[in-house]
């Protein structure tokens, strides 16, 4: 692998990304997948980096999840966009940044649709009008969560209590990256890094002094596939897509997967437990699922966030081994206390994932 | 173990590191004109048992260069020799002769 | 009266032209911004389809130039349009009047970079067609170590739109067959594989380089355009392609990929066309006159082309154009310039 050819790719791929002032829209399913992880991002944007990270709760889904299993009109789904853009105008913002890719994916697509369709813009902006009384406005920059944490990669590693690092052998972390498919894929030059070698989180990796591992499935879809996963009859499908990638990354022997999907940790983790027991294997060391993890709550590890409170009970792949690696503290009694010290009650035992 | 109502599906993926060159020289010893087939499917369109069953001598070569002889076993059982495809094979293989050696040689585990 | 010629581009077409006119008793100035002539021909080994030593042909091609003259090193700087001729500024400080010009600036290899999913310039052993062959010529490659598996991709920067190369490069087809068997030969117990998506064997003795391929060198010729490469953890490769015969996707492993680059307008010769204002077409290629009545015209009076300047072509193909183009020339300069009182008129109506 030569380092310097992505290099040189990565420079071609380089996006504006403005270092302030925000409009900030949740996603559907991280708040319950990872429930932390949006509340981290707050946390260290606006409360350790000072940054002016404004949020609604008028703000609504994006209509993503309808949009992709063909359940709701295309024109509907870009009068939901509308709204939130209009909300973000409305509270006096211009950069709007999300959280999901699958919203990203498609606030990207629906601004080229009306870049090359101005009349099915001008239809949204009565669309608008009609349904909210709301003036149709466009975010002058629409960024993903992650472009941000990227932008900010380095102050947070100015501010680090500690790196990916094995405090055991003083060795780099092995971390596998993942990107959601609607980061880059549709649209190239609006992700960092391009769509083939994708920098986003490997700038993250390289700046909180991990070691990225490139593997041969490692541009493969996480296996969510939205209809792939919805229908039980399809499930298989989305399973060995996950397997798949597990397969070929199994020999790099990563400690670590980061990601910035809300759906590719969700099945990166949950699946890892469906193939250890219903074949057996597991990919991690000694019997351990490799954990996969959100950028949100790689970057609260690196800062010295309790990892309780960043949520990482609440994966399904054991996170005890790479928090040992690290050296993170950690009370194994608290795991599963909520904030308020009430027992969350804990999840039954596998039979294969340790 | 668990049964969750699905599991992991097989792959379509050819795997040409599965080609066994082995018996494909062996093959291609007795009968170098399967190196030179170039897929044009004149044999198949021809084929007096394709068109009621699965046989294809074009695929048949196929399957083999792509690590299934069984199913290139498969698509020629039906063959009745009747030689038709001999007399539209473009670069004039011996096609009977390479049938009967591709089931020679790949039969024999 | 003997005529100055200005031959811009030493590369096949730029020689054989130079040859050519020399002959017929013009005065002809031939510039190269290289220090050597050959273009792409000096850095090619052997040719298709019988496997002539390139430098042969070139050491032909160059001797038979003799009394031409010659500035290498040398591009324009400035050139403009005069009455009946061009008054050409040339970088090595001399001007020459030229009645006629002609343009062999030739092709520029396909970038492969821009394939970012084949991993030129990042996965160790993804080499291009013009890597092979300074492979064969000097017999030193650190990325090449006794390879078991290789495989070729044929249309690398050709017939690809998504990378602004619509057009077929004519000669990647013949030159993988070719290369395909010098490899073999070089690891006979290497197994090859061609990705292809037609094969384009047109030229006389092609296809019998193709038959000798499969049946001497049993060379495995899939019909599938190679999507993906990627790299495992022993520097090995990856290749996944559609079987498009069989429907079904493959992969496979190999220890060397080699690129297919195709050709696209050369940057030099854009340049020289922008000082000109010349006319390109679609494809980035130099418009001409009439692509089957006058392919050696541009739209420019007392303007030539000559070679891939107009597009793709083989090595015979583009010195039969330098030849045609030669003769173009001599045509226009003995109608022309003997009465050139009415040199305006002749040319309204003739070119």
Redo the contacts between chains.
């Keep these: 692998?030569?380092y310097?050819?992505?290099q040189?790719?990565w420079s071609e791929y380089q996006k504006e990304i403005p270092d302030d002032h925000y409009f900030y829209v949740r996603s559907c399913i991280r708040q319950s997948f990872f429930p932390a992880s949006e509340a981290t991002f707050l946390d260290i944007t606006r409360n350790v980096l000072g940054k002016d990270i404004f949020e609604t709760e008028h703000h609504t889904t994006c209509g993503g999840i309808a949009y992709h299993s063909d359940t709701i009109p295309q024109e509907t789904v870009m009068t939901i966009i509308a709204r939130q853009f209009a909300l973000m105008a409305k509270h006096g913002y211009e950069n709007y940044v999300c959280s999901c890719i699958t919203s990203f994916g498609l606030y990207c697509e629906t601004m080229e649709t009306w870049r090359e369709y101005p009349e099915l813009e001008a239809k949204i902006h009565e669309n608008l009008w009609k349904s909210c009384k709301l003036e149709f406005a466009k975010p002058k920059f629409l960024v993903h969560a992650s472009d941000l944490i990227y932008k900010y990669r380095n102050m947070i590693a100015a501010q680090a209590v500690r790196k990916l690092v094995n405090v055991h052998t003083g060795e780099p972390l092995k971390v596998v990256e993942h990107i959601g498919c609607h980061y880059s894929k549709m649209f190239p030059s609006k992700g960092v890094g391009?769509?083939?070698?994708p920098y986003v989180l490997v700038g993250m990796i390289e700046a909180w002094g991990g070691e990225i591992v490139?593997?041969?499935?490692?541009?493969h879809c996480c296996g969510f596939g939205f209809r792939q996963y919805f229908i039980?009859?399809n499930?298989?499908?989305s399973?060995?897509n996950t397997?798949?990638k597990f397969e070929s990354m199994e020999?790099?022997k990563p400690d670590l997967i980061i990601t910035n999907c809300p759906g590719c940790p969700y099945f990166l983790d949950r699946w890892q437990y469906?193939?250890a027991?219903?074949?057996?294997k597991t990919y991690g060391q000694d019997g351990h699922g490799i954990p996969a993890l959100t950028y949100e709550e790689v970057a609260g590890l690196v800062m010295g966030y309790d990892p309780w409170d960043l949520g990482l009970q609440t994966h399904q792949v054991g996170v005890e081994p790479l928090l040992d690696k690290m050296g993170v503290e950690y009370d194994p009694a608290k795991k599963y206390l909520g904030k308020n010290g009430k027992d969350l009650g804990s999840p039954s035992p596998c039979?294969c994932l340790k | 173990m668990v049964d969750f109502g699905f599991g992991l599906v097989p792959s379509s993926r050819m795997n040409l590191d599965l080609f066994d060159k082995d018996k494909y020289e062996k093959l291609a010893a007795i009968e170098p004109d399967v190196r030179i087939c170039m897929a044009c499917g004149s044999c198949t369109a021809v084929c007096t048992a394709g068109k009621y069953s699965q046989t294809s001598l074009r695929e048949a070569i196929e399957d083999i260069k792509n690590a299934k002889p069984d199913k290139a076993l498969e698509m020629l059982r039906c063959c009745q020799l009747c030689g038709k495809c001999s007399m539209v094979c473009p670069r004039g293989i011996n096609t009977r002769n390479l049938i009967l050696s591709i089931t020679k040689v790949y039969s024999s585990k | 009266m003997k005529n100055n010629i200005l031959i811009i581009g030493g590369g096949p077409a730029g020689l054989e032209a130079s040859a050519q006119l020399q002959r017929m008793g013009y005065n002809v100035i031939l510039i190269e911004k290289d220090s050597s002539l050959g273009g792409h021909l000096a850095k090619w080994d052997r040719l298709f389809p019988d496997g002539v030593p390139a430098d042969e042909v070139l050491s032909g091609l160059i001797r038979s130039t003799e009394g031409v003259k010659l500035f290498t090193e040398t591009e324009i700087r400035a050139i403009n349009r005069l009455e009946k001729s061009y008054n050409v500024r040339l970088t090595n400080g001399i001007t020459v009047l030229s009645d006629a010009v002609l343009i062999a600036s030739g092709f520029d290899l396909f970038n492969a970079v821009k394939k970012e999913e084949y991993g030129y310039g990042i996965y160790d052993r993804v080499i291009t067609n013009a890597d092979l062959e300074a492979y064969f010529k000097t017999g030193s490659d650190k990325r090449i170590d006794h390879p078991k598996r290789i495989g070729f991709v044929h249309c690398v920067g050709s017939r690809d739109e998504k990378s602004g190369c619509r057009s077929c490069s004519k000669v990647c087809c013949a030159t993988a067959v070719k290369q395909a068997i010098e490899v073999k030969e070089a690891f006979p117990d290497a197994e090859v594989f061609c990705f292809y998506m037609d094969l384009r064997l047109f030229g006389r003795h092609y296809e019998d380089l193709y038959l000798k391929a499969q049946k001497e060198y049993g060379i495995r010729f899939i019909r599938g355009r190679v999507a993906e490469v990627s790299e495992n953890l022993d520097g090995t490769l990856i290749v996944k392609a559609e079987d498009t015969v069989a429907s079904k996707p493959l992969k496979a492993t190999l220890d060397l990929l080699v690129l297919m680059s195709g050709m696209r307008p050369s940057a030099s010769g854009k340049a020289v066309g922008d000082l000109l204002e010349m006319t390109v077409e679609e494809d980035g290629y130099f418009a001409v006159r009439s692509g089957i009545a006058a392919g050696q015209r541009s739209l420019l009076p007392g303007l030539f082309l000559a070679g891939t300047a107009t597009g793709p072509k083989t090595l015979p193909e583009t010195l039969a154009d330098a030849r045609a183009a030669a003769v173009e020339i001599d045509r226009y300069l003995t109608e022309i310039f003997p009465d050139a009182r009415n040199y305006k008129q002749l040319v309204r109506e003739r070119w």
């Design positions: 692998m030569i310097e050819g992505k040189k790719i391009g769509a083939e070698y490139d593997y041969p499935e490692r541009r039980k009859g499930r298989g499908y399973l060995s397997h798949k020999p790099f469906v193939i027991e219903s074949t057996g039979a």
